[in-house]
C-alpha cells in the first residue's frame, strides 16, 4: 500500500525537537588514530567502559576512529589516551547539542527543501507527490516489507521504453546515514523536476530504480531514540539471548560473509553481520528485486556516510577485482568532479585499501552476482570526520551539488 497524499492539503512544517539529543547531552566526541597494535588494544579495552562507545566500529592501526564520552568519564579517557600517547583529538565538546541543532523538519504535503533533513513519514509523502505529478515517467512500488512492517518503497523512472538499461541507486541502508537519503531524494528531483537539457537526456538513455530508504525502521529509530543508530531493529535467535536488537544489514549479504575478521558474530556490536547471510528482511527484499532486473542492470549505486570516498569492490581484502583499472578510471573521473563546485577532496579505491575489512556488503554482493553491470560502487558522503552522521543542514545542498556533477561522469561513461 502506497502513502496518501492530500493534494489539497495546506502547507505544514514542524521544527521537530530531536529527544535523542537528551541521551548525549554533555558527552564529548574523540577523534583517536592508533599507530601501534598496543594503542589499537588499549583502545579496545576503552570501549567496553561503561560511557564509552565507539561509533565508527572497532578501532584499527592508522585508522581514524570516533569515540564518544560522557562527562563522568572524560577526564579517565583523556588521561588513559594521554598515558598511552595514542593520537586523539576533540571533535565535538556536546554531542547532544549538535544533535538537537540539527534541522529536522515534517511536510505532510509532500514538499521538502534541500536545507533540512525530514521523517520517515515526510520522505514517503515525497515520493507519492513525484509518482503523482509524473504519472507517464513514474511507478511508486514497494519491494517488501521491513522488520517493523513498513514499507521499502522503490520509485522507478522510465521514459518510454522500460528495457532501456537500468541504473540502481539505494541509500540509508544505515540508519544514522541521513545525508545518504538527502542525496538520493535530490537526484530523484533533478531527474524529474530539472530544467537541465543534460541532466533530462539521462532519462533517454537509462531507466531509475531507487531505493530512498533502505532500512526504515532503523531511521525512525535514529530519529525517536538513538540518533547513533546504524542497524536494523530486528531480533534474532543471537539478539534476543544477549538483549540486543538488530543486524548490520550491510554485513548481512551472502558476499565474504564474515572473512578476514570483517563484521562482528556480538549480536551488541555496531557491525554485527547476522546469525547468518540473508537474515534481514531489507537484505532479502533488496537483493530477490535485483536478481529480478539482472537482464538490464548496468549499475548498482549505494549511498553511505561519512569519509568523502567513491568505493568500489570489495571489502574482503587486498586482492585487485579483474575490472579494477576500469572501476578505478570512472571512480578518479567522478571524483575529480565532485571537487569542482566547493573543492571537497574525494578518496578512490576499494573498500578493503580505503577503509577496512568490510565483508557482506550489499555492493559486493551485487559485483558477485551482477557481473554483466558495467560499475558497482559505493559512495561515502561528507565529510572527513569532524561532524561524522550529524552533518548540519546547511551543508545538505552543497553535498547534493557535488554529488551531482560526479555522478554526471558516471551517467555518461555508461552510454
Not at 214 to 225: I, K, R
Request: glycine share 6%.
Amino acid at each position: 500500500m502506497l502513502p496518501i497524499v492530500g493534494l489539497t492539503v495546506g502547507f505544514i512544517s514542524t521544527l521537530i525537537g530531536l529527544t535523542t539529543g537528551a541521551m548525549y547531552d554533555g558527552h564529548s566526541m574523540l577523534r583517536v588514530t592508533p599507530q601501534t597494535k598496543r594503542q589499537e588494544d588499549h583502545l579496545r579495552d576503552l570501549s567496553k567502559h561503561q560511557g564509552v562507545s565507539f561509533i565508527g566500529g572497532d578501532p584499527l592501526v592508522g585508522d581514524h576512529s570516533h569515540v564518544i564520552a560522557s562527562p563522568q568519564v572524560l577526564d579517565f579517557v583523556l588521561e588513559s589516551l594521554k598515558k598511552f600517547e595514542t593520537e586523539h583529538l576533540l571533535t565535538n565538546p556536546d554531542v547532544g547539542r549538535s544533535i538537537r541543532s540539527q534541522k529536522v523538519m515534517t511536510r505532510m504535503n509532500g514538499d521538502i527543501s534541500w536545507d533540512a533533513y525530514y521523517d520517515l513519514d515526510s520522505i514517503n509523502q515525497y515520493l507519492t507527490v513525484q509518482s503523482v505529478g509524473h504519472p507517464d515517467l513514474v511507478t511508486l512500488t514497494t519491494i517488501g516489507k521491513s522488520f517493523e512492517g513498513r514499507d521499502l518503497f522503490l520509485l522507478k523512472i522510465n521514459k518510454g521504453s522500460t528495457t532501456k538499461p537500468i541504473i540502481w541507486i539505494d541509500s540509508n541502508i544505515h540508519a544514522r546515514e541521513w545525508i545518504s537519503s538527502a542525496v538520493g531524494l535530490y537526484l530523484i528531483d533533478q531527474l524529474l523536476n530539472s530544467p537541465d537539457i543534460e541532466i533530462q537526456a539521462y532519462l533517454d538513455d537509462f531507466n531509475f530504480h531507487i531505493l530512498p530508504m533502505a532500512n526504515p525502521d532503523g531511521f525512525v529509530f535514529s530519529h525517536l531514540t538513538d540518533r547513533f543508530w546504524r542497524k536494523t531493529r530486528s531480533n534474532t535467535s543471537a539478539t534476543a539471548i544477549n538483549g540486543c536488537r538488530g543486524v548490520d544489514p550491510n554485513r548481512n549479504f551472502d558476499a565474504y560473509w564474515l572473512e578476514n575478521d570483517g563484521g562482528s558474530k556480538d549480536p551488541c556490536d555496531l557491525y554485527f553481520a547476522g546469525d547468518a547471510v540473508f537474515t534481514e528482511l531489507e537484505c532479502i527484499a533488496i537483493a530477490q528485486y535485483l536478481d529480478s532486473i539482472r537482464a538490464n542492470l548496468i549499475a548498482y549505486i549505494s549511498l553511505h556516510s561519512w569519509g568523502q570516498n567513491v568505493l568500489i569492490p570489495t571489502g574482503r581484502d587486498s586482492t585487485q577485482i579483474p575490472e579494477y583499472n576500469e572501476y578505478i578510471r570512472i571512480a578518479n573521473l567522478a571524483a575529480a568532479a565532485h571537487q569542482i563546485p566547493h573543492g571537497m577532496v574525494y578518496t578512490t579505491g576499494s573498500v578493503f585499501d580505503v577503509w577496512h575489512p568490510a565483508p557482506g556488503t550489499s555492493m559486493d554482493w551485487a559485483y558477485l552476482n551482477f557481473p554483466s553491470a558495467k560499475i558497482h560502487l559505493t559512495y561515502e558522503f561528507r565529510d572527513k570526520g569532524q561532524y561524522t552522521v550529524l552533518l548540519p543542514a546547511d551543508q545538505i545542498l552543497p553535498q547534493c551539488e557535488e554529488f551531482m556533477a560526479g555522478i554526471k561522469v558516471i551517467f555518461d561513461e555508461l552510454k
